[in-house]
């Protein structure tokens, strides 16, 4: 019924949600983007802004994110990182060297690092401030195959 390309940002078909080129804005009817955005870089209303410029105007987005009772961003104005034996030494805007000694990795291939910690109302606030002009949680419905999974929340965001 459709072409789909699941894009990645360290191979190929790569794609960094961050910087869309120009030649994808508008070109797709939905985009399903899972478990990526605890990932990204701050600000993360970028790659939110991004997802919604490769929207065309009747466009939607499915979002989902681990949820949890706080918000948290591990690592306030990270701006470089690497992993040395176990811990993170990573880099702030000011230059300012610092390390976590216990980093949390998880999903995908490899080892991903979680830069932040969603709430539902904190997620959607910045689905908003990304530009899309609705977000709505969707519900599980294990009938159809929609399981209820522990900590996640799932939203269709309308451009």
């Known amino acids: ?7 990645h940002v360290n191979r190929f078909p790569e794609l960094d949600i961050r910087r ?4 994808l804005t508008g070109q797709f009817d939905f985009v399903t983007c899972s478990d990526v955005l605890e990932h990204v870089l701050a600000p993360v209303e970028l790659a939110i802004s991004g997802l ?3 929207l065309s105007d009747q466009g939607f987005a499915v979002l989902s994110v681990p949820v949890y009772p706080a918000f948290k961003e591990h690592y306030p104005g990270l701006v470089e990182w690497r992993e040395v034996e176990g811990r993170i030494d990573w880099v702030d805007e000011h230059g300012a060297a610092q390390t976590d000694e216990s980093p949390t990795f998880h999903g995908g291939t490899g080892r991903t690092l979680e830069l932040r910690q969603w709430t539902a ?4 606030a910045a689905v908003l401030e990304g530009g899309f002009s609705q977000v709505e949680p969707l519900p599980f419905v ?3 195959g929609v399981p209820h999974l522990f900590n996640m929340g799932c ?3 309308y451009r």
């Open 52 to 54: 919604n410029n490769l």
């Open 1 to 7: 019924a459709f072409d789909y390309v699941n894009t």
């Open 121 to 124: 109302e904190t997620f959607e």
């Open 155 to 157: 939203w269709l965001a």
């Open 20 to 23: 869309i080129p120009s030649s």
């Open 142 to 144: 294990p009938s159809i």
